[in-house]
C-alpha cells in the first residue's frame, strides 16, 4: 500500500526554486519523512529526512506540516543537474532502513 | 560518495543460468540491501542483511537467495535465471544510525534471454 501521494511530473525553470509536494495522511507519530532522487541511470540518491520540525541541508529544505500529514521539498536555485525522479518515503524510526519507494515525481528543469 | 560498487555492472544471460551479482562497500556498514527496479514499479526491496551471516527476505524475494560472509560483500544469487528477472539491479548500505540514510551503488543492468 502506497503510504505518500506525490503528483507524477513537474517543471521547473533554471535558476527558480523548485516546490515538491508529497501527502502522507496516514503517517504514524513514528515515522521519518525520507527524500530521495534518481537521476536517470543511476542509484538513488539521498537527499535530506525530518521527522517533526523543517530541516535544511546544502541540498534542500523539507517543510512538514505541522499535523505531519504532509511536507514540501524545496530545491532553493534548481539547476539542470536538478532533473531526476524524487521520490517521498515514509520509514518508521526502527526499521533500520527498509525503504519502500513509490513512483515518485519526475522533475525536469528548463533552461 | 560512499564506497560501493556492483559488478558486474552489465550481463546477459539465457533463462535458466545461474547468475551471482557482487555489492563490494568499503565503508564498514552493517546493512546492506538489494533491490530491484523495473519501469512502472520504482524500486523494490529483494533481500537485505543486518550484519554478516545475518539476513532476511523482503518484498519480491522469490527465485532470489543472499549470502554475506564478510562485512564488505552481498552476493544476489539468481538459481536460474528467468525473463521475469530482467531487471536493474541496486545494492545499497547502511550505518545503522538512528538516521538509516542509505548510499546506493551504481546499478547492474541484468538481461534475462
Known amino acids: 500500500d502506497a503510504k505518500t501521494t506525490q503528483p507524477p511530473s513537474m517543471d521547473c525553470a533554471e535558476g527558480r526554486a523548485a516546490n515538491l509536494p508529497c501527502n502522507h495522511s496516514t503517517i504514524s507519530g513514528n515515522e521519518y519523512v525520507y527524500w530521495y532522487r534518481q537521476i536517470h541511470s543511476q542509484g538513488p540518491q539521498y537527499i535530506i529526512h525530518?521527522?517533526?520540525n523543517n530541516e535544511t541541508n546544502e541540498m534542500a529544505s523539507l517543510i512538514i506540516t505541522e499535523d505531519r500529514k504532509s511536507s514540501t521539498l524545496i530545491l532553493p536555485h534548481a539547476t539542470l543537474r536538478d532533473t531526476a525522479v524524487y521520490y517521498c518515503?515514509?520509514?518508521?524510526?526502527?526499521?533500520?532502513?527498509?525503504?519502500?519507494f513509490g513512483a515518485g515525481t519526475q522533475v525536469v528543469v528548463t533552461p | 560518495d560512499a564506497g560501493i560498487t556492483q559488478s558486474p555492472r552489465h550481463k546477459v544471460t539465457e533463462t535458466g543460468t545461474p547468475v551471482t551479482l557482487r555489492c563490494h562497500q568499503t565503508?564498514?556498514?552493517?546493512?546492506m540491501y538489494w533491490y530491484r527496479q523495473d519501469p512502472g514499479h520504482g524500486l523494490r526491496l529483494i533481500h537485505y542483511s543486518y550484519g554478516v551471516k545475518d539476513t532476511d527476505k523482503g518484498e519480491v524475494s522469490d527465485g532470489y537467495s543472499v549470502s554475506r560472509s564478510k562485512t564488505e560483500d552481498f552476493l544476489l544469487t539468481l538459481e536460474s535465471a528467468t525473463s521475469s528477472q530482467t531487471s536493474v539491479y541496486f545494492c545499497?548500505?547502511?550505518?545503522?544510525?538512528?538516521?538509516?540514510?542509505?548510499?546506493f551503488g551504481p546499478g547492474t543492468r541484468l538481461t534475462v534471454l
Open positions: 565503508e564498514n556498514h552493517r546493512y
Open positions: 518515503i515514509v520509514r518508521p524510526t526502527d526499521s533500520w532502513g527498509k525503504l519502500q
Open positions: 545499497a548500505i547502511s550505518s545503522g544510525s538512528s538516521y538509516n540514510e542509505q548510499f
Open positions: 525530518g521527522l517533526k
